[in-house]
């Protein structure tokens, strides 16, 4: 399970490098997976933080403290507060913004998302699978001996053999997973899917942008505008 908009800690590393020193507490208003947390601990500074959102307490704990099996024995730690920045005594502050634009709706931020999800699409393992073959541009054998039909992909003779080359490559020494639209078969009773890399990477998006195939419009499937849309000029 993960934060839908982490940034990498290399971003929040350089910012604190630059700002503060060691033993200095760095705030981070919007904390999510806990991030710049994890940048403060590993550059030896403490941190402060607020998140909205309950659900990211096992991420932080997760994030900060990994694999370490009691965090009580370390020398520093990590504690939860329940409260709301409201609680700040905002005339101690030593500045005070007063915004010049009067607010003219009032919005429960609560009730809003602003990145604040968790992906719960995680791909168990055992739905992964390898890929054999390339057959054709739009099908492929898996390792468990099934044939699947990319869904929405239509082969263009003209540039046939790139558009294997360009699977082959995609899949080598990677696992993909499958999903499924509400048409199932095609005429041939093969199964129609949508093929993804473990990364998440979709194989037929990507296999569309190239330009090396056509978009099948024969029927309808959900992904389909999509794909039009992915069709390179
Ligand atoms: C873009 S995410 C931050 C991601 C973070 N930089 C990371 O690497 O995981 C923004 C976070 O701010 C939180 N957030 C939004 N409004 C908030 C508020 N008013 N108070 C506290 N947290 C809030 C959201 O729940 C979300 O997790």
């Given amino acids: ?29 919007f904390l999510g997976s806990g991030t710049t947390s994890l940048a403060a601990k590993n550059l030896g500074r403490n941190s402060v933080g607020y998140e909205i959102n309950s659900e990211f307490k096992p991420v932080i704990q997760e994030k900060l ?31 005070i913004f007063h915004d010049p634009h009067k607010m003219d709706k009032q919005v429960d931020v609560k009730k809003m998302q602003f990145g604040s ?18 057959i054709s541009p739009d ?26 080359g360009f699977l082959k490559d995609k899949f080598t020494k990677r696992k993909v997973f499958l999903k499924y639209d509400t048409v199932r078969y095609d005429k041939e009773d093969n199964l129609l899917c949508y093929v993804y890399l473990d990364n998440k990477t979709f194989i037929n ?26 069709v390179p000029n």
């Fill in 65 to 95: 403290w990994g694999n370490q099996l009691d965090i009580f024995s370390m020398d520093s730690e990590v504690t939860f507060e329940e409260g709301s920045p409201a609680d700040i005594s905002f005339d101690r502050l030593p500045y």
């Fill in 139 to 164: 099908k492929i054998e898996l390792n468990d001996g099934r044939t699947v039909r990319l869904l929405g992909i239509k082969p263009n003779l003209q540039y046939q053999s790139q558009a294997i």
């Fill in 205 to 230: 998006n990507h296999l569309v942008r190239t330009g090396f195939v056509d978009v099948d419009t024969s029927f309808d499937y959900s992904c389909q505008k999509k794909f039009l849309n992915s």
């Fill in 1 to 29: 399970m993960g934060h839908i908009a982490m940034f990498p800690e290399e971003l929040p590393k350089r910012l604190i490098k630059m700002f503060s020193f060691v033993g200095e507490t760095v705030l981070d208003p």
């Fill in 117 to 134: 999800k968790i992906d719960k699409t995680e791909v168990k393992r055992n739905d992964l699978f390898s890929v054999k073959k390339v």
